[in-house]
T-cell receptor
Framework: EAGVAQSPRYKIIEKRQSVAFWCNPI?????LYWYQQILGQGPKLLIQ????????DSQLPKDRFSAERLKGVDSTLKIQPAKLEDSAVYLC????????????FGSGTQLSVL | SQKIEQNSEALNIQEGKTATLTCNYT??????LQWYRQDPGRGPVFLLL?????KEKRKERLKVTFDTTLKQSLFHITASQPADSATYLC??????????FGAGTRLFVKA
């Protein structure tokens, strides 16, 4: 079974630039999550999709972050404009059901904002 | 305020011993709790889930306990091996669709 695919693996940008991350979940997984993990901390949920609808985006900084999940499959997360404090690993995860059980994570995109 | 606490200090143990990691929480009543393993540069990997009506769950060398009175979960790795060295994350379901992760505890197993 193929895992959760994410790209790019690494990204370095300057502050105020924009960046986009892509995620392809495990086939058949209805729920997709984007997490932000700052060094030394646990993952923090940014947004959760059930199929192509948003379930929770309460911690997404909507003035600069946006995400979409077209056709209920793959997803993109965008930051525009980036700030220094956005430097983190952005993890995508998927799960079979919508109850946050047994999440499958991708390897993440490590973002450095200079 | 709501908090999840995992020991921020790394745990160093000798190969063959049992490693015990702790997850404490306050002001939550989780329906279930999960443990994940995370290696450097990788995403977390699901290990075990225990529900509020379960006291203990086992999988191979892993054992998880869940005490809703103490608001604590213990994660045990028996007969530990150097390959078990990683960061272990505790994750609580806080009701509905929300899951909160702790900061994790780093485990080092020395040969």
């Amino acid at each position: 079974e193929a895992g959760v695919a994410q790209s790019p693996r690494y990204k370095i940008i300057e502050k105020r630039q924009s960046v986009a991350f892509w995620c392809n979940p495990i086939s058949g997984h209805a729920t997709l999550y984007w997490y932000q993990q700052i060094l030394g901390q646990g993952p923090k949920l940014l947004i959760q999709f059930q199929n192509n609808g948003v379930v929770d985006d309460s911690q997404l900084p909507k003035d600069r972050f946006s995400a979409e999940r077209l056709k209920g499959v793959d997803s993109t997360l965008k930051i525009q404009p980036a700030k220094l404090e956005d430097s983190a690993v952005y993890l995508c995860a998927s799960s079979l059901e919508g109850f946050n059980e047994k999440l499958f994570f991708g390897s993440g995109t490590q973002l450095s904002v200079l | 305020s709501q908090k999840i606490e995992q020991n921020s200090e790394a745990l160093n143990i000798q190969e063959g011993k049992t490693a015990t990691l702790t997850c404490n929480y306050t002001n939550y009543s989780p329906a279930y709790l999960q443990w994940y393993r995370q290696d450097p540069g990788r995403g977390p990997v699901f290990l075990l889930l225990i529900r509020e009506n379960e006291k203990e769950k086992r999988k191979e060398r892993l054992k998880v306990t869940f005490d809703t009175t103490l608001k604590q979960s213990l994660f045990h790795i028996t007969a530990s091996q150097p390959a078990d060295s990683a960061t272990y994350l505790c994750a609580l379901n806080t009701g509905g669709f929300k899951t909160i992760f702790g900061a994790g505890t780093r485990l080092f197993v020395k040969a």
